[in-house]
């Protein structure tokens, strides 16, 4: 994981809501709630998100706050895109596998 933009304040003592559009593999959120928020002694972390993938899970990570629960499917639309493209869509619908398997 590469920080690019670092935290603006101190959140020693403090409690974090991490609010996602989609939690998938974990990867990232689990780096940074482990390695960098647990350091800086955060008083308690929680995840809220939009979609919940939890079938691509590659490391053991809690969302706290999900609105909806998703099957192993790539999804587009509402702020999400493939490619770039999608990304504008006012619904969120599955994206068939013809568009990214060649």
């Known amino acids: 994981v590469k920080l690019v933009k670092d935290l603006d304040r101190d959140i020693c003592g ?5 609010v996602e559009d989609i939690v998938d593999s ?3 959120l689990s780096y940074i709630i482990k390695k960098e928020f647990a350091q800086r002694g955060a008083a308690s972390v929680r ?7 939890p079938a691509r899970r590659r490391v053991e990570l809690d969302v706290d706050y999900s609105c909806f629960v998703i099957p192993d499917a790539f999804v587009v639309g509402y702020g999400l ?3 770039e493209k999608y990304r504008n869509l006012p619904d969120i619908g599955v994206l068939h596998p013809r568009i990214y398997t060649k």
């Open 14 to 18: 403090r409690d974090v809501l991490v």
């Open 47 to 53: 995840i809220a998100t939009l979609l919940d993938k």
């Open 26 to 28: 974990g990867m990232t």
């Open 81 to 83: 895109d493939y490619d």
